[in-house]
């Protein structure tokens, strides 16, 4: 949480106003993503679904911005720094949908 907390400080001023899930958000998971992790859940995280990903932000931040999620193997590529910003930067902005 620390590090969500420092890359929101840092980055506020760089944010895109207005993100939404619909918008910016679900096009980041593809469906390799959303089948593994409703897989390997149980299906408590749908990353296909708002309210999933709103719920778990905070870990989804976490291990995308620190490189193990995708993780290394899986045929997915890591998510890029602007997509680690916007991500966090929709988290600040209160993860609208």
Request: proline share 7%.
């Amino acid at each position: 949480m620390a590090d969500l907390r420092k890359h929101l400080e840092s980055t506020a001023s760089d944010c895109t106003p207005g993100l939404s899930f619909a918008k910016d958000i679900a096009s980041m998971f593809t469906a390799t993503d959303i089948a593994h992790m409703k897989a390997v859940t149980g299906g408590a995280l749908d990353l296909s679904s708002y309210n999933s990903v709103k719920i778990w932000s905070a870990k989804i931040y976490q291990l995308t911005s620190s490189g193990q999620m995708p993780p290394p193997g899986s045929g997915e590529n890591p998510w890029s720094p602007a997509m680690v910003t916007t991500f966090g930067c929709w988290i600040q902005q209160g993860c609208q949908p």
